[in-house]
């Protein structure tokens, strides 16, 4: 019998290796936009000020309105971002706002898992349930599931929906959830003194977080080219 990851690694050459990455920039990219796409959408509601709201990053390559927000199209689609005012909005309007991103890539990430669950499964990073992985990690995973088809490429978008979505509650900054704590500790009246000194230390964390990711993406793409070169060796044996 074999399993999906050997299918995957079988596959995986098959495809070329500009596709799989495009694949991935997509689904990175559309990720990153549902996100915030919906903090604009939900600051308009509001009645907050959306400067603008970017689909890709670099030079900017046209600007439209789209139901009366300024959308600017740039050069490069991966991702994009909502510059919103958030100055505009009293704290609880703002605390909607900041939610409604996080919980959007969580209403796309579940209806995905659960209607592709029986394609083939690629896990990011060391395949714990709870674990850490960066934008190498993702994209290696991405490429692997790219590989291996359409459901599986959906699948994997719905865990990085649901990871993102889950992620950013967490209550650290310059998470949603770190936003959301400092929106609430603004609206009880808490002084903007300890409001900075809560960012400064929650942010700390947040960047032992990120560090720990990215090591953890080294270490297994080291491990796996170890394994890879020593495959190469017995097979020239």
Do not use: C
Not at 30 to 36: F, K, R
């Amino acid at each position: 019998m074999i399993s999906d990851e050997s299918r995957i690694t079988n596959h995986e050459s098959r495809l070329p290796l500009w596709r799989r990455i495009a694949i991935a920039l997509g689904v990175i990219g559309a990720t990153v936009a549902v996100h915030e796409a919906a903090h604009a959408v939900a600051a308009v509601r509001g009645g907050g000020k959306v400067k603008e709201v970017g689909v890709g990053f670099g030079p900017r390559v046209a600007r439209l309105r789209v139901r009366g927000l300024p959308v600017v199209l740039r050069a490069f689609p991966l991702g994009g971002y909502a510059a919103v005012d958030v100055d505009s909005l009293p704290p609880l309007s703002r605390i909607r706002m900041l939610l409604v991103g996080p919980l959007a890539n969580i209403a796309v990430g579940v209806p995905l898992l659960m209607a592709l669950r029986r394609h083939p499964a690629v896990v990011l990073g060391d395949g714990r349930n709870v674990g850490l992985t960066g934008f190498v990690g993702t994209m290696s995973a991405l490429s692997q599931a790219a590989a291996a088809g359409p459901g599986a490429v959906g699948r994997l978008a719905g865990a990085i929906n649901v990871g993102l979505g889950l992620m950013n509650l967490l209550p650290l900054y310059p998470l949603d959830g770190g936003h959301v704590v400092m929106s609430l500790m603004e609206a009880r009246g808490v002084p903007r003194q300890a409001r900075m000194a809560f960012a400064r230390l929650t942010a700390a964390i947040f960047f032992l977080l990120v560090q720990s990711a990215m090591l953890g993406d080294l270490r297994r793409l080291t491990a796996k080219a170890r394994t890879g070169q020593q495959a190469n060796m017995r097979t020239g044996e």
